[in-house]
T-cell receptor
């Protein structure tokens, strides 16, 4: 099955700096790569996703890049703010067989933005 | 719309006790999922239901059973709880985009924190 590795496990930045979180996946059939943000004590929520037919997607201060050849994708947050502090999870979905939208998640990155 | 609602939010069990986590969604989604979240391990899929009347195992199904009661409801049962099942459990639902093999956004419930002593 799919295996997703996420790095780093913790990331500390100063307000206004950029933050980058990287993930690698194992199954070349995966074609959907979402990122979820989970604030302390809350539910995970989708912040951005990318499908395999594009290499980059941006939404205001966040962007995701995908390199299918190398099987890795990254989340980029620019001009970080204290409210960006949360746990971020990457995920991948293998569209082959009977996946039915199942997501395999990375281990999570705790992002702390210091004012 | 409430989205995805799961109960209870907190539960303490003794080893060997049984319990059922309830989940309901009001978004008319076909697919529903149960994940567990443990520190440093991300979210791991326990069971999922692609559509009403079907269920299938995920990554970590041992010690759990599920029931897709109808399109709205998907319950998770622990028959004989063990300390290793101490975790935060999330129910989620999604509407697959463009067909059964194309993933879409997962909508999560608020989570159920389970402690097994």
């Amino acid at each position: 099955g799919e295996n997703v590795e996420q790095h780093p496990s913790t990331l500390s930045v100063q307000e206004g700096d950029s933050a980058v979180i990287k993930c690698t996946y194992s199954d070349s059939a995966s074609n959907y790569f979402p990122w979820y943000k989970q604030e302390l004590g809350k539910r995970p929520q989708l912040i951005i996703d990318i499908r395999s037919n594009v290499g980059e997607k941006k939404d205001q201060r966040i962007a995701v890049t995908l390199n299918k050849t190398a099987k890795h994708f990254s989340l980029h947050i620019t001009e970080t703010q204290p409210e960006d502090s949360a746990v971020y999870f990457c995920a991948a979905s293998n569209a082959g067989g009977t996946s039915y939208g199942k997501l395999t998640f990375g281990q999570g990155t705790i992002l702390t933005v210091h004012p | 719309n409430a989205g995805v609602t799961q109960t209870p939010k907190f539960q303490v069990l003794k080893t060997g006790q049984s319990m059922t986590l309830q989940c309901a969604q009001d978004m008319n989604h076909n697919s529903m999922y149960w994940y567990r979240q443990d520190p440093g391990m991300g979210l791991r899929l326990i069971y999922y239901s692609a559509s009403e009347g079907t269920t299938d195992k995920g990554e970590v199904p041992n010690g759990y059973n599920v029931s897709r009661l109808n399109k709205r409801e998907f319950s998770l049962r622990l028959e004989s709880a063990a300390p290793s099942q101490t975790s935060v459990y999330f129910c989620a639902s999604s509407e697959l985009a463009g067909g059964p093999k194309v993933a879409g956004e997962l909508f999560f419930g608020e989570g159920s924190r389970l402690t097994v002593l």
